[in-house]
């Protein structure tokens, strides 16, 4: 039972990060993108968000990872090995990209080459990042005597790798410019609502493409799991309806006077969608963290150790969960911040 | 072998370089706590003012210090899968606590940097308290992986098999509280002293007796009395934490202490470099008796030397001289500090000396030398092992290939990264003086 609760753990921190992930590195690629149109303030809506998020969200990823090797220490000893030349890109990446989005709010003169810089290497890592789930599928690891091995250049050959890269991409840039949107309802900046709604108008129906081409492509390059996603054929279909349900909202009339769509119903409906769709995906992964050599059965940590590390769970977050409240009143919800004239990229 | 040597380099300059910014990023928030609360006692200005330049500085620290972290937290299980499925298994509540200390820390650094004008005084003083406890439990919690690296517990290996496992007892293990306070006070002692430096070359830099000067100065003498009193302290634990060694890794103080020879009475050897030929310090200064009286509070303990030992368990010998080097930062640190304090609060003196100033320019790079040396014989001393005893670096070590790429690569990175971040800091400082912010808010106070 504790396995499931493990996994179950572990589902819910990888679909965390994959959202406030990609709000993240969407906001930085969309600050690059508007750098030069200062009118419509579409940067200063992503850097508002942004500013006070980045150090959050990258300790998602920190939290991830921890959780991978304390629950699962047996697969973390086969991912770790087979993820040292992927995992280094990705870091290499991430460090860069944080470094520079710091740096581009405090060194204003050169705040455009800095921005660029973190704002290309950010919107690479998603996908590399997504990578890892069809290395998981076992088609591009090899095991020689026990060793694993990661052929990197099947990887690199393999189409149901790109579509999972194109998707990430894709979503990254639809879900943030859906809060993206939001948030610049919310602070009354019309321009730059205009721009992000328009933006997530083209990037879903992208996005929703990327996503049945790795259905496609997972039918001959990852059968085994192909086949358990279709048993949730009917949830499947629930995620495309979510997709649409977000599509309208972005068309349909606003209760505020010159906005058109409702992007705050967009946005739940969007992380329904993702969230139903990841669920039947993960579900169909089970019980394999690598196939067809690592289950979650075989490389669950020691039961005194999850005990353990379970109860610092509840107590850690039970502890921290008035700062995370704040933190959203302070950030997301205060029309004060919102809605600041003044610079506050600082 | 080769690719043993490429790991471990690797590893070490991703740690090398992160100690240096998360160091900082530790002492500095207590820095400005404290000048936060002289502003609230005295009502000088000056002091809010501190504050906020040097959570300027720490934002930008904050820009390195957690990238190379993430690197560091991730290479760590790509670079030692075997060690990590140990730990994973045995020792995984200090990695999982430490996420709630970064968490603690990233969110009120956010809400003390982007709405200290919407919070009251007071939350911003609890912002900034939960910033630098975030910081300090972060040093803490990583220290306790690295003290049950020395001093294993809670756990057996039979037949290759992990049994047995006790997580509470891996955490508590024996050299968890030296250890951590040693970490905890030595990066108080960088906090202070990298201001320090600044101040005095700032000093240096400035006509003597203007506002900017007395505006450092003030800096300065807050610096040294913090600097020079975590000084004492890291002293004081430090000896705890050889007195450890001496109980739980004996062939590490021996190699620290260049000891050959089992024996009462041992003495302590100051400087020069270990000669395996001769088995013995050459160039160092003997004090009689002095290192049993340090192990073990009496000059008869017996104090083991690295004959007791098989050769292959010994650490590198070259640990003596780093072990020397970080006492003696720590002295120096210690005296120079003092001998400040004397002179401006006992002698009344009003001018600091040029040489002197420059001597306290060279303590910021000095107290990070500090630190760098004392991981480095931390780590290395503890060499051929990654779990003491239990498990082997060589066991540990990542059977995919290609690490000398990587390596170069990262090392890359990491110059970028630094010099990036130095010539921000220079860059924002340079637009900022210090007149402008004082102006400014003597003008807001009229
Ligand atoms: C400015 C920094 C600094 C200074 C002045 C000192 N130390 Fe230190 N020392 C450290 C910074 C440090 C450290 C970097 O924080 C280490 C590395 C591992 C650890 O636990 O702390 C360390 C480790 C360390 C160890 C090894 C612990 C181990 O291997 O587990 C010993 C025995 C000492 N120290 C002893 C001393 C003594 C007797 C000092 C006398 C003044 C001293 N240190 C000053
Ligand atoms: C508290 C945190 C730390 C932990 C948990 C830790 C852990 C490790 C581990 C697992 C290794 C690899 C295996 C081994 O060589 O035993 C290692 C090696 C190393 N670490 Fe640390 N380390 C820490 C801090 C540091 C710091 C701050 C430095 C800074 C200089 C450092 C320097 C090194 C070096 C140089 C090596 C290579 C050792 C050698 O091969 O000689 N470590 N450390
Ligand atoms: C004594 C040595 C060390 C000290 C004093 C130290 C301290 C710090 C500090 C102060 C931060 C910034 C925290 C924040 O603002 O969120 C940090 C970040 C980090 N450190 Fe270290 N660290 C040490 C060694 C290590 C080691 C050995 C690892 C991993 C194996 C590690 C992993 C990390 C990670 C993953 C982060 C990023 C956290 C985030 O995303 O917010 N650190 N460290």
Redesign the pocket.
Known sequence: MDVYLAITILWGFVFIYSIMGTMDFGAGFWSMLYINRTKTKATNIANRYLSPTWEVTNTFIVALVVAIYSLFPKAAFTLGTILLIPGSMILLLLSVRSAFLVFSHIAEGYKKPLTYISGICGILIPGLLISVLPITHGNFVAFSNGRPQLKLASLFSSMNEYAFFMFAISSTLFLSSLLLADYSKASNEKDAYNTYRRDALIMGPISLITAILIIITLKSEGRWIYDKMMQNFPLLILSVFFFIAGFVGLLVPSFKPGYQGMPRLSVIAATLQYMIASYVYGYAHLPYIIYPEVTIHSSFTDPNSFRAVFVTYIVGFTMLFPGFIYFWSLFMNDKRYLRKKTKVDN | MEH??I???L???T??V??IF??IGVGLPMMILTAELLYQKTKDIDYSIMAKRWTKAFAIILGVSIPTGTI?GLQ?TL??PG?MKVIGTVMALPFQIEIYAFFLEALFMSIYVYAADRISPWMRNVSLLFVALGGLAS?VL????????GTPAGFDIKNGKIVNVDPWAAFFNPSFGINAIH?AVSAYIVGGFIVAMVAAYKMLKSESGTIVYKFHQKALMVSLIVGGLFSLFTALSGHETAQSLYKYQPEKLAGAEGLFKTQAYAPLTIGGYTDVKTESVKWGIEVPWALSFLAGNRFDTVVKGLNDFPQKYWP?LFIHTLFNAMVGIGMFLLFIAVFGFFWKKILKRDLFPKWLLWVYVACGPLSILG??F???F???G??????YRKLS?AD??TTAGNLGILFILFVAIYIVLAVTAILVLLYYFKRNPVLEDINRTEQKNV
């Not at chain 2, 990583?142 to 690296?149: D, G, L, P, R, S």
């Not at chain 2, 503890?382 to 779990?387: E, S, Y």
């Open positions: 043993l040597i790991a471990r380099s590893f070490g300059t740690m090398a992160h100690i998360a160091t560091a760590i670079l030692w060690f040093a990583i220290t306790n992986v690295h003290a049950f690296e970490v590198p630190i760098e004392g991981w480095i931390a780590c290395t503890r060499q051929p092992w990654t779990i670096t540990s070590v």
